[in-house]
Nanobody, 116 residues
Framework: QVQLVESGGGLVQAGGSLTLSCAAS????????MGWYRQAPGKSREPVGV???????NYADSVKGRFTVSRDKAKNTVYLQMNSLKPEDTGVYYC??????????WGKGTQVTVSS
């Protein structure tokens, strides 16, 4: 089995920064996609930033220029560096892993709260 453990969430003031980490353990195999989604209160879960096995990254328009996804291959860990945080970035941030062949895994989530 594969487990994803997120860390790094918390409370921060608007304009501040946080770095989230997601470590994958178990029989991970070949990683196709690893990244971050978030769910704000009363809203659907949405992609924030993802890393793909071809080395490319994709971001939601709302976070471009402020958030950066990176991956440590040796540690099977993906990071989300979040700068210039806004109150609308508040939500539960989930790590997602998609392997090859296709298996889909989710972490339990970490809360990020940005105060105005």
């Amino acid at each position: 089995q594969v487990q994803l453990v997120e860390s790094g969430g918390g409370l921060v003031q608007a304009g501040g920064s946080l770095t989230l980490s997601c470590a994958a353990s178990g029989r991970v195999g070949s990683i196709a996609v690893m990244g971050w989604y978030r769910q704000a209160p009363g809203k659907s879960r949405e992609p924030v930033g993802v890393w793909r096995s071809d080395g490319s990254t994709n971001y939601a328009d709302s976070v471009k220029g402020r958030f950066t996804v990176s991956r440590d291959k040796a540690k099977n860990t993906v990071y989300l560096q979040m700068n210039s945080l806004k109150p609308e970035d508040t939500g539960v941030y989930y790590c997602r892993l998609i392997t090859t062949p296709v298996f889909n895994y989710w972490g339990k989530g970490t809360q990020v709260t940005v105060s105005s």
